[in-house]
DNA sequence: TTTGTTTTGGGACGATCGTTCAGGTAGTTT
DNA sequence: AAACTACCTGAACGATCGTCCCAAAACAAA
């Protein structure tokens, strides 16, 4: 049985983390088309061959970056939901204040999440990542809401995209009334 | 006044299309990703500096996809609304069935649009292109259903995306009750 | 036919790409 | 100390990229 941690795989690791948030971070300003090993690296302030070293192929890189984003995507959207269940008939503002967050200061974040999606479409690898979030969120609700919950779901999903088209981010105010007929009970 | 075209205008302008066409084929099969000058022209048959004569820089060919993209999709969405109105309450079957059909044999065009979509996100020249169906779509609605249509156009949006990263396309069936619950009234 | 315009296409330039390799460094084990 | 392992990194390779140049061909106007 080994308890001390190994230093050079401690720093390994370490590093390989600093590789992945600085791939987000090229992600949100420029796009999954900005992601090359040595923009990656350039933004790491590590050298090139360091991203090849801790990632065997730019796919593996982009895998990692998405799994990592998907975690943060799952845990943030699990306390929005519970948030908003906490504030009872309240909680349509609560959604709607997260959503013009999402599409105005985070709107980066936002575009590359949505990106990292749509890679996923096209890279069965990256599927059960890119599901997970969704999974864990349906698991929240109970049997019988499972379909108005999808149907919540889907919608939080498209009004993201479609304020991600808009010429300025809308505000809480233009969203509400939306997201409060999405939350109206038939 | 001059009524005959000029053959060479002519010509050139249907190879224009021809290469937007083949285009829209390389982001079907390969994603945005896949779009080179070179390889738009071996698709299109074409010599690579045809390319670059039609289109003064890669955005521009890309650019002008996404406009014949959008117009094929609103007179799409347009007919779909129109086949789901004529059917009543049965609008539900018509729309999960076209959704069925974009998830599954129409797969690789839904992911192209959403590319696309992603990247009027980032390029605001773009957004007029991107947001025209939308405004289209928004235009046929009374007043008094704006926020309800919204919601409605929100979740097929969402339901497209979250089917696009499914191992396997859903079918109808499955689609069905959360189009039904998407459309019920409140 | 002559002149001018538009399209075509072969070839090439410099830049950047993913990836490899071999040598060097730091930390662990024996 | 020696042997071993894991991480680091500068240099470089071949491939591919966007784009430019220029001459030939096709067509229109004179």
Redesign the pocket.
């Known amino acids: 049985m080994?308890l001390?941690?190994?230093?050079?795989?401690?720093?390994?690791?370490?590093?390989?983390a600093e590789i992945i948030e600085a791939t987000l971070r090229i992600i949100e300003r420029d796009g999954v088309a900005?992601?090359?090993?040595?923009?990656?690296a350039a933004e790491a302030g590590?050298?090139?061959?360091?991203?090849?070293?801790?990632?065997?192929?730019?796919?593996?890189?982009l895998i990692a970056t998405l799994i990592s984003c998907a975690r943060d995507m799952a845990t943030e959207v699990y306390w929005m939901i519970d948030r908003a269940r906490s504030r009872g008939s309240r909680g349509a503002e609560e959604v709607a204040g997260l959503l013009a967050e999402a599409l105005g200061p985070r709107r980066g974040r936002t575009m590359a999440e949505y990106e990292l999606y749509l890679l996923a479409a096209r890279k069965p690898e990256l599927r059960p990542a890119a599901r997970r979030w969704l999974d864990v969120l349906t698991s929240m609700v109970r049997h019988d809401d499972e379909v108005a919950f999808r149907v919540f779901l889907a919608g939080i999903d498209g009004l993201l995209i479609q304020g991600l088209i808009d010429d300025e981010p809308p505000s809480a105010d233009e969203l509400r009334p939306v997201v409060d007929y999405l939350l109206k009970p038939r």
């Open positions: 080994k001390q941690v190994d230093g050079r795989k401690a720093r390994g690791e370490k590093r390989r900005g992601v090359t090993h040595r923009t990656v590590v050298p090139t061959t360091s991203t090849t070293y801790h990632f065997t192929s730019l796919d593996d890189l």
